[in-house]
């Protein structure tokens, strides 16, 4: 199934099924909307999953691995081993987000899509299209054609997971100089300047932040990515791991499932992926803003509000499993609540405080 294909099977939230969630909210003995953003998020998995009684038992965060070439320039503080390093160690629960991921009982998938390296771990998927991107600020990052065999790939891992039972995914990413492919796609995308995208990443001097700006905009400058077509941007100044994740975007909504958003890597690529398909915003949930100036941007143009705000700015998909926990709360409110209705005939001191 190609892309076009996929795009033109996504289907809109179930109407009836947001009416009839939003119509139990409303009759919750509480007043109304007093669940703020929660009767918000019920009404929206109920248009997911078209069912009022859906339940997200089994939930997985797919993480995708890659080296951008990029990282030559000097945009990053760590050595690139970095991203072998913690792709391994995703599985063992050491890292951040393998250590959150066990507060929400969910599963990591950990996908070496383009690290650089010839090593082959247990710890993880080997779907490597290539040991690392061009550097961009030199040629092309990737070809079309690798941009849609990662969108490919994401796409596909998505639906293992569908067919083996998950109910939900989150995203997120490891890779050495993400936070600078990620500023030249939302440069694109967004159309945001380099002040407003660029970040320290992992914690760059001032002088190396400069450096860094000064390589985006070099880069941004040099192929001028075309803003109407995200597979051009991607290309250009992407990554492979961002471009995994569009398909991973695609792939929720492809089969209906809530896909969660995690930080600056993870919402470019859900902007992506919106501007390819503007359905597949409908099954995405944020979760967390990121410190990372260009999540502001790309999240304004999602039109989107994130659950919360930690101060993060750490990625991996440490986000996930915090909402993965709202998710569960908000099926529990539509499930377990009672009804003024049910309260009423219970109790002859019946009071209505729905509109309090």
């Known amino acids: 199934m190609n892309l076009n294909e996929i795009m033109a099977q996504i289907k809109p939230l179930n109407r009836e099924a947001r009416k009839l969630a939003r119509t139990i909210q409303d009759s919750l003995i509480k007043p109304l909307g007093s669940l703020g953003q929660l009767e918000e998020l019920s009404v929206q998995l109920a248009g997911i999953t078209g069912d009022i009684n859906f339940c997200f038992n089994k939930k997985a965060i797919v993480i995708m691995c890659a080296d951008n070439g990029v990282y030559e320039e000097g945009v ?93 995914i989150g995203t997120g990413e490891m890779g050495l100089g993400n936070t600078t492919t990620s500023s030249l796609i939302l440069m694109a995308l967004a159309d945001c300047t380099v ?96 410190l990372e100036p260009g999540y502001n941007a790309a999240i304004q143009k999602l039109g989107m509000k994130p659950f919360f705000d930690l101060g993060m700015r750490l990625g991996e998909g440490s986000g996930c499993p915090f909402t993965f926990l709202l998710i569960d709360a908000a099926q529990m409110i539509l499930h377990q609540m009672a009804t003024f209705s049910e309260t009423a005939m219970d109790n002859s001191n019946f009071v209505d405080i729905r509109d309090s």
């Open 195 to 290: 002040d407003e995208a660029v970040g320290k990443g992992a914690g760059l001097t001032d002088e190396a932040f400069a450096h860094k700006k000064e390589i985006v905009q070099k880069a941004f400058d040099l192929h001028k990515p075309n803003k109407n077509d995200p597979i051009d941007v991607l290309a250009k100044v992407g990554g492979f791991d961002i471009a995994g994740l569009v398909g991973v975007y695609l792939g929720a909504a492809y089969y209906r499932l809530p896909v969660v958003i995690d930080g600056v890597i993870s919402v470019t690529a859900a902007l992506a992926a919106f501007q390819l398909c503007e359905k597949t915003k409908d099954f995405m949930i944020p979760s967390h803003g990121s």
């Open 76 to 168: 990053s503080a760590a050595p690139q081993v970095v991203t072998l390093m913690q792709a391994i160690n995703f599985q063992k629960g050491v890292t951040g987000v393998g250590v959150l991921s066990k507060l929400s009982n969910s599963e990591m998938v950990v996908i070496d899509i383009g690290i650089n390296s010839d090593v082959v771990s247990e710890n993880f998927l080997n779907r490597k299209i290539r040991k690392g991107t061009n550097n961009l600020l030199k040629e092309c990052a990737m070809t079309r054609e690798e941009v849609f065999k990662a969108i490919e790939i994401g796409f596909e891992e998505v639906q293992k997971l569908h067919q083996a039972g998950f109910s939900v």
